[in-house]
Structure formats: structure tokens, C-alpha cells
């Protein structure tokens, strides 16, 4: 058995080191296309969603947000309420929002949008908002008069749905907003940010000093957002929570991800539609190659069984080529990613509504591809080589 | 070399191959096609034999060699080596038993183009599980034996007609066959190569003990062998003991 399988080696090797080299080449680049393709697209599509959550998380919700009981229209007690949730082990900030409907106003354009208050020292220890002023600067604690659009509001700042905007509004401008309650305030607006994610964008922050004016309430919060140290392990805070008495509704942030959902599980279906497709042609391109090789060696396939050589010899050393090519390909596929189509994404990420995306190149993903081709190649490569020696030995060596 | 003929039988002397009424019917689309009927002969019952197999173009010389040899399976009838019908054999037997006890000769050389003259001689040898320096021993062997000893690295198209035949001679002979088929071996080669190759095979089966048989279409190559055994359109015509 161990003699078969270094005849089947020596024979392979001597069909890819002295067969020809362009066509080798070529064959091996193809499959190496093939692999970056499937890697390409799965680890786009991830990229895609890993973009979105990102943007959820960092702009939005932060990791875990508490809302108020049911029937409640705001959580009370809010300032107790984030000492407590301050002081779990994990937590890296807290910060309770006040959100109120409001109509706003600039020159001849005006809109509806949310208005939400915050306390930006707490804030930025959950969003990262602040690092994303594209125009003027960020609020603070003692403002009052002030208030912080996101693009989509302000226009002229390569929002998406700019007709929707107020048309251009700069730093230093004054605004006129109408807060649901009836109450009508003139801001100067201090600033812009423009974090490309649609949803963030068209927020509207005002200091929690501010609102206090406007609501005419204290220490009452419409969502307390809480970001943790890691992601993933939302649960186990949530846990904590309920365990430190925590009444009010806790969810986790993939409860608002619910558009992401669907986004993910049509990616996942378009990238598997695809990777499909990419191993298909992989595999038909492999089936030809081989096929081609065998038909061209048929008589040298013939001359091998009437020199006495076992057909499983043969069939092994197809197999042994096959994995050959797919495995210098996967290799110079993985050389060509890492190498080349990663760093050229890392240093020009593709612009899309929900954010710059780059590749997002997942071990497993790359596992998974690669495993799925070699399946692939050897059962193309497999299948015309047993068609070769399935031909009687005079049919190999003088047939038509 | 176990050479069933050395063992006599209860009923006399034993012969290294027996055929016993041997058809081969080719089936083309609703046609029969009878290219051998009911042959029958022995080769080998005194001594080792040097035979050729002769006729005229269709006359079943080849379609028979490929019986003989295991290259092609036919319809009907016995091929007895050792006592033993061995068609009843498996696919893996036959290999088994084609790669230890036969050679082949082609006409067209039949080398392996990726491999070099060395490689392509050894080739069988490495197939039947022998060592590395066992199989360059015997390529050694066989070289010396063909007469051939240069350009063993260079591969079968950077070598003349003469010298890949030779090497597919010193193929064959690698692991020490009973019986060497040559089909047609000197019809690609000018006169000089191809006397050499006959007187060759000559030397082989005298010194050696190697029995050879042999598809030729030449006249003048009955010079060199013991015996002719005649085809006609299939069937055996006449047997011509030299």
C-alpha cells in the first residue's frame, strides 16, 4: 500500500513538474481567484454587518439599555439608578438620555426630529459620537442655549436624504425648535457630526440642563444606555442587573438590531448564493483541466495499466495533482488577501449608508472557504480521472 | 524465474502458455465483428520460445497479442499459464500478475513522455513495491542487457527510434518477465535499429531463457525466431516450425 502511494506521488509529481508549466500557472491562478472571490465576498458581507453593529453600539445604544417599566413613560430615580449600575464590575459607562419629539425650523426649511439630552460627560463613555464633529465642537455639561445636529439635520454635509434636511445650517447659526410639549426654544448650534450612520444622523443632542428647562423634570430619563467593556456577553450584565433590583425593562442591544437582522440574513444568503456559485465554477473549472489532462494522456494512462500499474495508483495520482493545484492556490489566494486586497480595503474602506466598511476576515470564514474548495477541486478532480481508467486498457492506448 | 515448463506433468511436458479455442467478437453498434475464432496453440512445451505471430493486415495478429497479454479480455476461450485458466483471474490479479511475469514491446515505444529513459525503465519496477536501490540495480541490470548506457536522463523525445525502443526493451525486461509480447516492435525503426532490436530479442531468448512472442508483418524477421504461427482472418492458418 505504501509503494502504491509513492508510485501514485512520484507520478504525480512528475506530471506537475515536467507537464506544462503555463497551463499549470494558469490553473492554479484560477483557483487562486476563486478562493479570494469567496473570501472576498463573505468577509465583505461581514464586514458589512460587523459595520452596522458597530455603528449600533457605538452611536446609538451603547451594549445594554434599560427603558422604562411597562406603562411608565419615563424611568424615575435615574441618578440612584446609574450609581448602581456604575458600580458593576465590566461596566465602562452610563448614560440616561431624555427623548422628546420635536418640529425644527431654519429659515424656510424646517422638520421633525428627535431631540435627545444628555449629559455629555456621561455620554461619551458610552457613544463616540464625540469623535466624529465635523463642524464646530461637542456639547457640554453647563450648556444651555446650545444645541448639536447630526448631518442628516443640518444639510450641506453629505447627508443622504438632504432634501429632508434643513438645508445647510453651519456652526454659530440659530434654529428654532418645538418641543412636543408646546414649548418653543431658539439654539445656536454648536456644532455638527456626521458619523455615517443614517439613524445616528439624525439626532439632535441638547445638554440635560436644557431639557430640564424645557420638561420642567428632574432625574427622569426616557433610556439609561450602559456600554460594557466586551460585547457578547450582554447577558451576563443583564443578570447582574436583575439581581441589583433593577425593575425597569433591560434589553440587550441586539433587541434594536432588528434591521440588521434581516440585513445579515440576506447577506448570508447573497454571500452563500455566491461562494456557491465561485465553488461551482471552481469545481467545473478543475473537472475541465482534469478532464482535459486525462483525455490528453489517455494513451499514458493506457501505457501505465499495460505496464502493470494499478488504476487506484492512477486515480491517486489525479487526486494528488488535483490537491496540488487547489492547495497553491488556496496559498497564493491567501497571499493575494492578506497581501494585497486587505490592506487596500483597511486604506480605502467602501462608503455605504451605514458606514465606511472594510473587510472583516474571520479565521473560520477563511476555513470554511478554503475547506469547501478543496471538496470542491478533488471531487472534480476525482471524477474524469475514473473515467479514464474506466476505459478498457486498448481503448486508452489506440482508441478514438 | 518459476518456468512452469521446467515442471513436467503426468501427462508429459508442460507448456508455459496454453490457449485453448480463444474468439475475441468486437460488437460495433449492432454489428459482430470476429476478429479471432477459436485459436488454439502452445507456446513453450520444449524450451523457451522465440515465435512470431504473422498475417496479413486484420488477420487478428495484435487483437491476439492483446489476449495473450492481458491488454484486452476475449469473448470466449481458455488462457492457461502454470496449469491455470487465467482469465477466472480479477482486474487485480491480472495486474498483478501482468506487471510480474510479462513484458510489453510497441510499436509506437509506448514511453511515458513526463518521465526520463531511467525513470521510464525502473517505472514497473517501483509499481511491484521494490526498493530504490533494488529497482536501480535491476534498471543496471537491463540496461547493460539492451545496450543501452548513455542519455538514461534525457526524456523519450530528446531520443531517437532506435533508443526508445531499446528503452522500452529494458522496461519490459525489469522485472525479470516469463513471457515478453512485442507488438510489431522494429516497424518504426530503419533497418539498422530494427536488426538490432530482433537480434536483441534473439540473445534474450537464447541466453536469457526469455520466451518471446512477437506480431510482425516482415518477411525476413521469420530469420530470427523458432517458430511462425500463421493467421487468417481470425483463425489460426498454419503453424511454421524453423
Not at chain 1, 469623535?131 to 461637542?138: L, M
Not at chain 1, 454571500?271 to 465561485?278: A, E
Not at chain 1, 497581501?339 to 467602501?350: D, G, Q, R, T
Not at chain 1, 470564514?365 to 471538496?375: D, E, M, Y
Request: neutral net charge; contains cysteine.
Amino acid at each position: 500500500m505504501l509503494s502504491d502511494h509513492k508510485l501514485a506521488l512520484f507520478l504525480a509529481q512528475k506530471s506537475i513538474t515536467k507537464g506544462n508549466k503555463g497551463t499549470l500557472g494558469l490553473t492554479i491562478f484560477i483557483m487562486s481567484l476563486v478562493f479570494v472571490n469567496s473570501v472576498f465576498v463573505s468577509s465583505l458581507f461581514l464586514g458589512l454587518t460587523n459595520t452596522i453593529n458597530d455603528q449600533i453600539i457605538n452611536t446609538v445604544y451603547g451594549t445594554v439599555v434599560i427603558e422604562p417599566k411597562k406603562d411608565e413613560k419615563f424611568i424615575d430615580d435615574v441618578y440612584s439608578l446609574k450609581q448602581k449600575i456604575s458600580r458593576v464590575p465590566g461596566v465602562k459607562g452610563v448614560s440616561a438620555q431624555y427623548i422628546m419629539g420635536s418640529v425644527m425650523s431654519y429659515k424656510d426649511k424646517s422638520g421633525a426630529w428627535s431631540v435627545y439630552s444628555i449629559n455629555p460627560d456621561d455620554e461619551i463613555t458610552v457613544t463616540t459620537t464625540h469623535n466624529f464633529i465635523i463642524d464646530g465642537e461637542y456639547l457640554s455639561k453647563l450648556d444651555e442655549n446650545d444645541i448639536l445636529l447630526g448631518k442628516e439635520i443640518a444639510g450641506g454635509y453629505g447627508g443622504d436624504d438632504e432634501s429632508r434636511s434643513l438645508g445647510g445650517v453651519k456652526t454659530g447659526d440659530s434654529i428654532d425648535v418645538l418641543f412636543n410639549n408646546g414649548i418653543k426654544r431658539t439654539y445656536r448650534v454648536k456644532g455638527i457630526f456626521g458619523v455615517n450612520f443614517q439613524r445616528s444622523d439624525n439626532i439632535a443632542y441638547i445638554s440635560q440642563k436644557e431639557m430640564t428647562s424645557v420638561t420642567g423634570m428632574e432625574d427622569k430619563a426616557s433610556q439609561i444606555l450602559i456600554r460594557t467593556e466586551d460585547v457578547g456577553n450582554e447577558g451576563q450584565f443583564i443578570k447582574q442587573f436583575l439581581e441589583l433590583g433593577i425593575n425597569e425593562k433591560i434589553k440587550p442591544w441586539q433587541d434594536y438590531a432588528s434591521m440588521v437582522k434581516e440585513i445579515t440574513q440576506s447577506f448570508d444568503i447573497i454571500s452563500m448564493l455566491i461562494s456557491g456559485i465561485g465553488l461551482f465554477v471552481a469545481g467545473v473549472t478543475i473537472f475541465i483541466i482534469i478532464y482535459m489532462n486525462t483525455i490528453s494522456k489517455r494513451r499514458q494512462i493506457g501505457i501505465s495499466r499495460a505496464v502493470g500499474i494499478k488504476e487506484s495508483v492512477i486515480i491517486n495520482s489525479y487526486f494528488i495533482q488535483a490537491l496540488f493545484i487547489v492547495m497553491s492556490g488556496i496559498i497564493m489566494g491567501l497571499l493575494i488577501v492578506f497581501y494585497i486586497v486587505a490592506p487596500w480595503f483597511i486604506a480605502h474602506p467602501l462608503d455605504f449608508p451605514m458606514g465606511s466598511v472594510s473587510l472583516l476576515i474571520l479565521p473560520e470564514s477563511v476555513f470554511i472557504n478554503a475547506t469547501s474548495l478543496i471538496i470542491a477541486a478533488l471531487a472534480a478532480g476525482l471524477i474524469p480521472s475514473m473515467m479514464a481508467v474506466r476505459e478498457t486498457i486498448i481503448e486508452s492506448m489506440w482508441g478514438d | 524465474m518459476a518456468k512452469e515448463y521446467l515442471d513436467p506433468d503426468e501427462t508429459g511436458k508442460q507448456a508455459l502458455l496454453k490457449i485453448l479455442n480463444l474468439c475475441r467478437t468486437y460488437i460495433m453498434g449492432e454489428m459482430r465483428v470476429p476478429a479471432l475464432q477459436n485459436v488454439s496453440f502452445d507456446i513453450g512445451r520444449k524450451y523457451p520460445e522465440f515465435v512470431a505471430i504473422m498475417g496479413k493486415s486484420g488477420s487478428g495478429k495484435s487483437t491476439l497479442l492483446h489476449q495473450l497479454g492481458f491488454l484486452d479480455t476475449p469473448t470466449s476461450g481458455e488462457i492457461i499459464i502454470g496449469g491455470k485458466n487465467v482469465l477466472k483471474m480479477s482486474e487485480t490479479q491480472k495486474a498483478r500478475f501482468r506487471l510480474e511475469r510479462f513484458g510489453y514491446v510497441f510499436q509506437e515505444y509506448a514511453l511515458l513522455p513526463e518521465l526520463t529513459a531511467l525513470e521510464n525503465i525502473y517505472l514497473p519496477a517501483m509499481a511491484l513495491g521494490r526498493k530504490k536501490d533494488e529497482y536501480f540495480k535491476a534498471a543496471r541490470e537491463v540496461l547493460g542487457q539492451v545496450g543501452l548506457g548513455e542519455r538514461l536522463d534525457h526524456r523519450p523525445r530528446e531520443m531517437s527510434g532506435g533508443e526508445q525502443q531499446r528503452v522500452a526493451i529494458a522496461r519490459a525486461l525489469i522485472n525479470k518477465p516469463d513471457i515478453l509480447f512485442a507488438d510489431e516492435p522494429a516497424a518504426n525503426l530503419d533497418s539498422i535499429s530494427s536488426k538490432q532490436v530482433l537480434e536483441l530479442f534473439r540473445k534474450l531468448n537464447r541466453e536469457m531463457g526469455l520466451t518471446v512472442l512477437m506480431v510482425t508483418h516482415e518477411p525476413e524477421d521469420r530469420n530470427y525466431v523458432d517458430r511462425v504461427i500463421w493467421l487468417k482472418d481470425g483463425e489460426l492458418d498454419k503453424m511454421e516450425e524453423k
